[in-house]
């Protein structure tokens, strides 16, 4: 809850701010009544809104189904190609349009690059401004809920209250029993994670947390436009049963089963057959989960930041480097370390700066604002 109160009062505060900042209206002095647009040939109408252009998909919707009879006749009967509009090429682009209507709950898939295994991201487990837990699973699987329940014990007792989860890039895997378990370990015993719905099925699976939470302090979930299937449903469970908050993009839209069938020996379909559906709130396919702070950082940037961390940690993209300021030792020594300071930042000028984990800046940000309201209400 003091996740949502921190997010209401900082929007009141910036609605109050840009209300205050915002020159307050005069009352217009009295006039004599103006001439009529038709009596002032100078008087110019006032600009109408622009419409908004209709995507393709809306013009087709509305359109009946003779209509799209018609369009279909004139690109046959008109002064196309008749290669290109035949009855292949469009069984072809009746294809085409399917999977595209459907995405991203179906896709025609290669299978040379689905059997190509994808680059691991490595686990990571640290300790940031000695009391945030950045930990990163890197997939959601049992071997790396086994680390990860390790890291968690291993932390030091009554230093955390603070658990920073970064399910960003975790682009494969429905294995949504393993999500449930990351889940266990954060939301109270007895709630209602998740469940999963075939749409012809009167069945539901339905995954509860069946123990009482490993932690239970402020809680930060990390998110992209890559983070799909369990890690979504992983994201939409904790914000809603263990008051987390999401920072970064919005996901995938991919929480669902898929099922494949092969096309031929190199391409295969996949298609959706179960979705996740969370209590209170319904499915999150095709929609994913909408953070509640938005911020992009680049894949390249993420992936480079994913690789150099495994062996140095992340601190390095959190914090700057302590500006060195003038003090008694310095002018013991004869020394002026703000003008050395300025001197390196003039050798490095034309340098590309150093990369910034922007997404998780802000998630260690929000942490210090939550502390410091806690803090002050003591």
């Known amino acids: 809850m003091i996740f949502r109160a921190l997010l209401i009062f900082a929007i009141s505060a910036a609605s109050l701010r840009a209300q ?10 009295e006039v004599s009544p103006s001439p009529s647009p038709a009596s002032s040939p100078s008087a110019s109408p ?13 013009l087709i919707d509305e359109m009946k189904d003779e209509d799209v009879e018609k369009a279909l006749r004139t690109f046959t009967e008109g002064f196309f190609d008749p290669a290109k509009v035949g009855e292949k090429e469009l069984r072809r682009a009746t294809l085409e349009g399917i999977v595209d209507r459907l995405a991203p709950g179906a896709a025609i898939v290669g299978t040379s690059a689905k059997s ?14 000695t009391h945030i837990a950045y930990m990163r699973p890197g997939a959601l699987t049992k071997d790396t809920l086994a680390q990860f329940d390790a890291a968690l014990a291993g932390f030091p007792q009554g230093q955390i ?17 393993a999500a449930a378990e990351f889940a266990r370990r954060f939301c109270p015993k007895g709630k209602l994670l998740f469940s999963i719905q075939k749409p012809s099925a009167k069945q539901e699976r339905i995954f509860t947390s069946n123990q009482d939470p490993t932690f239970e302090g402020v809680l930060v979930v990390l998110t992209d436009s890559d983070s799909a299937g369990s890690a979504e449903a992983l994201a939409g469970t904790l914000r809603l049963n263990a008051g987390a908050m999401i920072i970064g993009s919005e996901t995938s839209g991919q ?16 298609v959706a057959i ?31 930041i994913f690789r150099e961390s495994k062996a140095t940690g992340v601190s390095q993209f959190v914090y700057d480097p302590e500006r ?9 020594a004869n020394l002026n370390p703000e003008i050395e300071t300025v001197q390196a930042a003039q ?13 998780l800046q802000r998630a260690v940000d929000l942490v210090t604002a939550i502390n410091f309201y806690k803090t002050k209400k003591q």
């Not at 060195?324 to 013991?332: C, F, G, I, Q, W």
């Not at 050798?347 to 997404?359: N, Y």
């Open 255 to 270: 929480a669902v089963e898929f099922a494949e069938a092969p096309i031929n020996g190199n391409t295969m379909l996949r």
């Open 161 to 177: 209250d603070a658990v920073v989860l970064d399910l960003r890039g975790l682009s494969e895997g429905s294995d949504f029993e």
């Open 46 to 58: 006032s600009p109408s809104p622009t419409p908004r252009v209709q995507t393709l998909r809306e």
């Open 324 to 332: 060195r300021r003038m003090n008694e030792a310095s002018l013991v």
């Open 116 to 129: 190509a295994p994808a680059a691991a991201t490595p686990f990571l487990a640290e300790i940031l401004d």
């Open 20 to 29: 205050q900042a915002s020159p307050s209206p005069t009352p217009s002095p």
């Open 347 to 359: 050798r490095d000028r034309g340098k590309a700066p150093p990369i910034r984990d922007t997404v």
């Open 274 to 304: 179960a979705q996740v559906i969370l209590p209170n709130s319904g499915p999150m396919f095709p929609n994913g989960v909408k953070p509640d702070v938005s911020i992009w950082l680049a894949r390249d940037v993420r992936d480079q």
